[in-house]
């Protein structure tokens, strides 16, 4: 398939390490966000997503963590697998409008 | 449940030529989005409908491009003329809730259909 964001920032982590993938958000009314995953050729995978009420929520293997007073998510992975290769976006919305995404951060998983 | 279908998966068209574009979304779901995403860079929202009606099309250049989402399902996007800077996938998603509603906003994406200009 086609290559998503050839000119991505990347992070790099080792089979069975914990990855954190960080997104700055823009707008202070923002009341809900999500993290996706993009895998070549396809679209967007929604993981796990967190409202502005809430500072943390996990999913299996995954936590999103907020900080409104910085206007910062983060994206935990734990036990990082080959399977989790891909691009991760964050996305950020004002009451199920104005959907923003960021730029994306490609995750890559060395054996 | 089936996913969100798109055609064509590929276009490719001469600049000034005008092109179309078909979503299928999941059964049920009240809002759709049409997303331009460039390549490297994240998706854009061009338009947002909520049932048969327009919730957002503020990024949507509408010199060139139209959309319509007939009896609040399938939807088309449409180009004309087409521009060099056209040349993105352009990604279909839908969410079971609407806008305002306090549901999960969860969009559900198709696989794209990626466009290029020449």
């Known amino acids: 398939g086609e290559s998503v964001g050839l000119h991505l920032p990347t992070l790099s982590v080792q089979e069975g390490d914990n990855s954190i993938i960080n997104c700055a958000y823009s707008?202070?009314?923002?009341?809900?966000f999500i993290w996706y995953k993009q895998e070549s050729g396809k679209g967007p995978q929604f993981i796990i997503d967190?409202?502005?009420?809430?500072d943390k929520r996990q999913g299996q293997r995954v936590t999103v963590l907020l900080n409104k007073t910085v206007k910062h998510l983060s994206l935990q992975i734990a036990a990082t697998q080959p399977g989790d290769s891909a691009v991760y976006f964050c996305?950020?919305?004002?009451?199920?409008?104005?959907?923003?995404f960021g730029p994306g951060t490609r995750l890559s998983v060395l054996p | 449940e089936a996913g969100v279908a798109q055609s064509p998966r590929y276009k490719i068209i001469e600049k000034r030529q005008s092109v179309a574009f078909w979503c299928n979304p999941i059964?049920?779901?009240?809002?759709l989005y049409w997303y331009q995403q460039i390549l490297g860079q994240g998706p854009k929202l061009l338009i947002q409908?909520?049932?048969?009606?327009?919730?957002?099309d503020s990024q949507l250049p509408k010199d060139r491009f139209s959309a319509e989402r007939l009896k609040g399902v399938d939807s088309t996007l449409k180009i004309q003329p087409a521009k060099l800077e056209d040349s993105a996938v352009y990604l279909c998603?839908?969410?079971?809730f609407g806008a305002g509603t306090g549901g999960s906003y969860e969009q559900y994406f198709g696989p794209g259909t990626r466009l290029t200009v020449t």
């Open positions: 998603a839908s969410s079971h």
């Open positions: 707008n202070s009314a923002s009341d809900y």
């Open positions: 967190i409202r502005s009420n809430m």
């Open positions: 996305a950020e919305t004002n009451y199920g409008q104005n959907f923003v």
């Open positions: 059964s049920g779901h009240a809002t």
């Open positions: 409908f909520q049932n048969n009606g327009v919730v957002d």
